[in-house]
């Protein structure tokens, strides 16, 4: 069997990962100014968990909008999502999928054993006939998955005791040291100028270090820095894609965003001595992926009379009633929390160029050896 032909050049991960970036495209034009954090990697496992327990024209929805399936690519899927939360690592990266249906659905043994296989996903029971009891469940699992980090996922609202059968969660928690240091001491409040035209004053941190940068525009002419900064395991970075002119609302250049321009990225940046102002910002959200997937053209999935997972369960049409991401990450000094820094210094507009993130600023999370964007978001507040 050969594989020497590829007839396109994104890899596997980064394919999954272009849906991932969809999402977050829709989600952004109904949440222009709002702080969005999503992880394209989760999304892409969330539907490839789905896609296994697919049939009919439910799997060829999903199979078109993602671009591959997932049987396929068994191997290679298995072999990334393993190497992502390695110990090897030095980063932490946690990520917890699951899939919950209702107590007493007997579901068939291929579609548990491959998405353990495959996706590290465990198929647990739960009844929903009592929504709190399920809704603690669910989010006590995903707390002891994520260490604590990541909790309360559901609330019992969001289960219908008569008509849930099926809830799909993935959580994912990303906390990394970085690979040069921002120190405590230069931090300082400085004017960050939100999406909403107010001013706030922020805890930046700032270091003059070399790393990695570039400019680079949208076809229509729309000009953007990016600069990379990588943590210490030597496999993840953070990009940061900040507009030129303060006129260019980050809206303006997220459609034109996909896994392959930040291929470009990777290939054009060239190391610079720059000074880096950065907010210190916690993102955490959680996302009803419904709506968007919807409007990408996956929708009998969520539809009781046309949705087909006959590779889940024979006993009963399955549809799916949520479809729910919590993702968490925090930047400071060091990569984890720091301690409150006594006095800062002031740093001078001296002569090495500044990248200084003072307005709305998008950030990519990439694990660099196979191109997958653990997370994405805009951050318009810190």
């Known amino acids: 069997m050969c594989m020497c032909f590829q007839p396109n050049p994104l890899s596997l991960e980064e394919l999954g990962s272009d849906i991932g970036i969809q999402v977050f495209n829709q989600l952004v034009k109904t949440r222009p100014k709002d702080n969005i954090v999503v992880s394209p990697h989760g999304i892409a496992s969330v539907l490839g968990i789905l896609q296994l327990g697919a049939d009919g024209k439910t799997k060829k929805q999903l199979t078109t909008v993602m671009r591959y399936s997932v049987n396929g690519v068994g191997k290679v899927l298995k072999k990334t999502n393993k190497a992502i939360v390695s110990r090897r690592n030095k980063d932490i990266v946690t990520i917890a999928n699951a899939v919950f249906a209702k107590s007493g659905l007997k ?4 579609f548990v054993s491959r998405n353990n296989e495959l996706f590290q996903c465990g198929v647990k029971s739960v009844d929903f006939m009592d929504p709190s009891a399920a ?33 799909l969660v993935n959580a994912i928690y990303f906390k990394g040291l970085w690979k040069s240091r921002f120190q405590p001491e230069n931090t300082k409040k400085r004017t960050f100028n939100g999406a909403d035209g107010k001013t706030y004053q922020v805890p ?66 060239v190391q610079k001595r720059v000074q880096v102002i950065l907010p210190k910002f916690t993102a955490e959200a959680e996302t009803d992926l ?18 087909n997972f006959a590779k889940i369960t024979r006993t009963e049409s399955l549809h799916v009633s949520q479809i729910l991401q919590k ?35 998008l950030f990519f999370i990439r694990y660099n050896p196979t191109g997958a964007i653990l997370f994405m978001g805009q951050i318009n507040k810190p």
Not at 135 to 160: A, E, F
Not at 231 to 260: D, F, Q, R, V
């Open 204 to 269: 930046m941190l700032a270091q003059l270090s070399v790393f990695r940068c570039g400019t680079t525009s949208t076809p229509n002419d729309l000009w953007y820095n990016i600069i990379e900064l990588p943590y210490h395991g030597g496999n993840i970075s953070m990009l940061i894609a900040l507009p030129m002119e303060s006129t260019t609302p980050l809206s303006a250049i997220i459609p034109h965003i996909s896994t392959k321009t930040i291929q470009s990225w990777m290939a054009t940046m």
């Open 327 to 361: 993702a968490k990450i925090e930047v400071s000094e060091d990569g984890t929390k720091a301690s409150a820094a006594t006095t800062a210094i002031l740093i001078a507009r001296s002569s090495p160029p500044w990248f200084v993130a003072d307005k709305p600023f």
């Open 290 to 307: 419904k709506k968007p997937l919807r409007e990408l053209g996956i929708q009998d999935m969520f539809e009781p009379s046309k949705a």
């Open 135 to 167: 809704c603690d469940d669910i989010n006590q699992w995903v707390k002891n998955k994520t260490k604590g980090m990541i909790s309360d996922v559901l609330s019992p609202d969001s289960i219908d005791s008569a008509l849930t059968r099926l809830v």
């Open 107 to 110: 579901m068939e043994v291929p």
